[in-house]
């Protein structure tokens, strides 16, 4: 060819200018480039320190940081138990749970049902949990829905702790308020408050096993508490005691109001629980005496007792107070409370209930009198008294 290109000279000149002057200037850039990286790394270390790892270069600016829970924090959890799943709930249950998701959005939430409450209990006290065979087959024989109620509530403190409360408890105030300023959450292990407080009728031949109780409808433990266990393994075997009393299985066992009180209820959660601060504290013996007339909460054995208007405000007994009060923090509604309705209490067929009178010293009194002068009476005036009752009933 006669191109320029052909000659031997200009493509030796062409080759000499493209190896040497090239190379030379690529050092010199790269030497620059790298001086560059240097100068602006120093520069902007303020704004790569809150980079931190490289994958947050990622991350939406509008994502909010995590939140860091202490370790020594309660679980932020609020438990209930009901019949339905939430997408079921009535609309006065929808209500009253909705209130503890806006007072404490940052708390998760969960119900156990009918229908998941043994897949629950197989997971964590079965062969990869607790390994309780005896509490799961328990369970499973049980009949009486209260006493489940009463149990499964224990089951779930003991497994993961948290917040506990009845279906009907509304929450006037977010859990973060369930603990006054003076105290420190890290010294606490369970929060209760006081449900009767009326040891006055300590000796009462009926009112007296419930005359001094915690309430159990709303608390909070944090998990693996030994007193809740206890509680479980005491009612297995009360139940059972019971059982061989009434010469039934476990699954045809029949209990009255007061059996259920006393023997998975409130007052059997408060014998657990003065037991247990007893284990943990030292010297004097801790009785109801340290909660009667209770003006401000206290801590006793790391259980913190809250005072009657906490957590059973209004209930025109035990200087309860009303939900208007600045300490009250849940209200009860009680619609779901139609157990009894199962389980009788004592009622006289002259004069009714004592429970009645709720707790007023003069009524009670009264009762009594009457009930025993009714025992004096020959069979004809007392048939007319029961008469008599019935016809007032039925005005």
Sequence with gaps: ?????????????????????????????????????????????????????????????????KVQVSAHAFPRKIWQTWKANPFNFEERDSTNAKTWLEKNPEMRYEVLTDANEFAYIEEYFGPKGFNRPDIID???????????????????????GGVYADIDVEALK????????????????????????????????????????FCQWTFISRPHQPVMLRLIENIMAWLKGVAKEQKVPLSKVELDFDQVITGTGPSAFTIALLEEMNKRTKGSKVSWDMFHNMDESKVVGRVLVLDVEAFCAGQGHSDSGNHNARGALVKHHYHASNWPSRHARFSHPAYGQVEDCNWDAECVQKWDENVAEFETLPEEERKQKIEERKLLLLQ
């Design 1 to 65: 060819m006669n191109s320029p290109l052909g000659s031997p000279t200009l493509a030796a000149s062409t080759a000499k200018f493209r190896n040497k002057l090239p190379a030379q200037m690529m050092r010199y850039i790269r030497l620059y480039l790298a001086c560059v990286t240097i100068i602006l790394i120093i520069l902007n270390t303020d704004v790569l320190w809150n980079f931190g790892s490289p994958w947050n270069l990622f991350r939406h600016k509008d994502e909010p940081p």
């Design 174 to 213: 977010p859990v973060n308020r369930f603990i006054p300023e003076r105290y420190s959450e890290k010294d606490i292990d369970m929060i209760v408050g006081i449900e009767i407080d009326q040891p006055a009728f300590k000796n009462h031949p009926i009112l007296g096993k419930k005359s001094m109780s």
């Design 138 to 160: 328990f369970y499973h024989t049980i009949n009486l829905p209260i006493i489940k109620a009463d149990l499964l509530r224990y089951m779930i403190m003991y497994a993961e």
